[in-house]
C-alpha cells in the first residue's frame, strides 16, 4: 500500500503563483512515475502533471504546459507542483497519484493509488 499526502493548496488571486507538495509513504517504488490530477468543481478528474523515475523527464497537459512545473521535492519521495498565473479556472482540488508501473499513464482510471487531495481556489 502507498500512502499519498498533498500539502500547500490555499485561496490565491488571479495571476498569482503556488506550490503544491505532495509525499509518499509505505510500500514505495520510487521507480513508478508520480502524478498529479486535478478536478475543478462540477468536472471529471483531468491530468495535469507526470514526473518519470530515474530519469525526470516530465509530461505535461497542454493547458498546463509554461505555467505549471513538476519536479522532486528535497525530502525522498516527495514531488512538487509549482503554478503560475493562476487563473479562476485552475480552481480545483488536486491530487496526487501513482499508478504500479514504471510505464507513463495519464489516465486517472489507471492510478492505483491517490492522496486525498488539495484545494486551490483562485479569485477573480
Known amino acids: 500500500q502507498v500512502f499519498l499526502k498533498e500539502s500547500g493548496g490555499g485561496l490565491v488571486q488571479a495571476g498569482g503563483s503556488l506550490n503544491l507538495s505532495c509525499t509518499a509513504s509505505g510500500q514505495v517504488d520510487s521507480r513508478n512515475p508520480m502524478n498529479w490530477f486535478r478536478q475543478p468543481p462540477g468536472k471529471e478528474r483531468e491530468h495535469v502533471a507526470t514526473?518519470?523515475?530515474?530519469?525526470?523527464?516530465?509530461v505535461y497537459a497542454d493547458s498546463m504546459k509554461g505555467r505549471f512545473t513538476i519536479s522532486r521535492g528535497n525530502a525522498k519521495n516527495t514531488i512538487i507542483l509549482a503554478m503560475s498565473n493562476l487563473t479562476p479556472e485552475d480552481t480545483a482540488t488536486y491530487y496526487c497519484?501513482?499508478?504500479?508501473?514504471?510505464?507513463?499513464?495519464?489516465?486517472?482510471?489507471?492510478?492505483?493509488?491517490w492522496g486525498k487531495g488539495t484545494l486551490v481556489i483562485v479569485s477573480a
Open positions: 497519484a501513482q499508478a504500479n508501473t514504471y510505464f507513463v499513464s495519464t489516465r486517472a482510471a489507471t492510478m492505483d493509488y
Open positions: 514526473i518519470r523515475a530515474l530519469s525526470d523527464d516530465t
